[in-house]
């Protein structure tokens, strides 16, 4: 019952939280019917946007595509979700390409019972009483949420910061490190701050780059 308590906000909307397993689901795509199950074993990136055939969705589906390649090279998933149907999907995608040129590589859910959405806490009815929110939803290879990302329906979502995160949260979960504001792959991480005293008055002696005993960096 706390949990409960805990995962709702003051609209009545579920949230998932950070560090659970994400929100399990079967849901009908334009790639057939898909289960979160399916992508265990590797990185996902679920997004959801307002509406197919609308401006900021579309521009947001070409840049989506433009990434595809590098997140297959970080072993990550793409897919996509929507109240729309599984008919809109495939005329929309089809009309990307069309007029654009750009092939939507990755699958789209159609939500229309807003199963989905409800679980992930992508409707807000404060910016849309039927549409999703702009989401991103990061899932790591076990299944759990690492990262959540809301955008409002006016404002397009950031890809370079898209994949900037799964960078840090591979490096981190690889090195048992944290990154810094703004961290690129190459620059220096944050070595986990010492737990005793001791261990305090040792840190600025190791080697690392330090601005004192709690905040040290270091190359990898």
């Known amino acids: 019952m706390e949990k409960e308590l805990e995962e709702k906000n003051v609209d009545g909307v579920t949230l998932p939280l950070l560090g659970d397993p994400a929100p399990d689901f079967e849901a009908d795509t334009t790639f057939g019917k898909l289960r979160l199950a399916d992508f265990r074993g590797s990185w996902l990136v679920l997004f959801s946007h307002p509406a197919d055939f609308t401006p900021v969705c579309t521009t947001e589906f ?8 590098e997140l297959k090279k970080r072993n990550t998933e793409l897919l996509g979700l929507s109240v729309d149907s599984v008919s809109s999907h495939i005329a929309w995608v089809r009309n990307i390409e069309e007029k654009v040129g750009v092939k939507i590589p990755f699958p789209v859910i159609a939500d229309l019972s807003k199963e989905v959405a409800t679980k992930y806490g992508m409707l807000h009815p404060r910016q849309s009483k039927t549409a999703t929110v702009r989401c991103v939803f990061i899932i790591d290879p076990d299944g759990i949420l690492r990262a959540m990302l809301y955008y409002p329906l006016t404002n397009g979502r950031n890809m370079d910061e898209i994949l900037r995160m799964i960078d840090a949260f591979q490096t981190s979960d690889e090195h048992k490190v944290a ?26 002696k190791e080697g690392y780059e330090c601005v004192d ?3 040290c960096k270091k190359k990898l």
């Open 62 to 69: 070409i840049a989506f595509a433009e990434i595809y390649d």
């Open 179 to 204: 990154t810094p504001a703004n961290w690129r792959p190459g620059d220096e991480v944050v070595v986990p701050p010492p737990s005793t005293q001791e261990m305090a008055e040792e840190r600025t």
């Open 213 to 215: 005993w709690y905040l």
